[in-house]
């Protein structure tokens, strides 16, 4: 069994910033990708970044220069700092990893998702 437990989320002004953070537990032999989506109500989930397992981030054009997704691989965690964060940054944000439970198996896994509102 794997768990992916986020935390970070929160109420925050415009222009204001949050650091998410999300930690896999449990059955990891090990990581690939991770990253970071967001889903706003009434849309589809969009990717917002991912980082790589050797360090290579993409970011989706919306929160290029605002964002910075991070990885701690000792500790099996993915971090998402956002900054001059915008009320359409507005979503719950999911983190997601492709993790080999037992090699040479892998799956995604999600999290349950964090809640972010920016109010203008």
């Known amino acids: 069994q794997v768990q992916l437990v986020e935390s970070g989320g929160g109420l925050v002004q415009a222009g204001g910033s949050l650091r998410l953070s999300c930690a896999a537990s449990?059955?990891?032999?090990?990581?690939?990708?991770m990253g970071w989506y967001s889903q706003a109500p009434g849309k589809q989930r969009e990717l917002v970044a991912y980082?790589?397992?050797?360090?290579?981030?993409n970011y989706a054009d919306s929160v290029k220069g605002r964002f910075t997704i991070s990885r701690d691989n000792a500790k099996n965690t993915v971090y998402l700092q956002m900054n001059s964060l915008k009320p359409e940054d507005t979503a719950v944000y999911y983190c997601?990893?492709?993790?080999?439970?037992?090699?040479?198996?892998?799956?995604?896994?999600w999290g349950q998702g964090t809640q972010v509102t920016v109010s203008s």
């Open positions: 980082i790589t397992n050797t360090g290579s981030a």
């Open positions: 449990g059955s990891v032999f090990g990581i690939y990708d």
């Open positions: 997601k990893a492709d993790i080999i439970t037992r090699w040479p198996r892998r799956s995604d896994h």
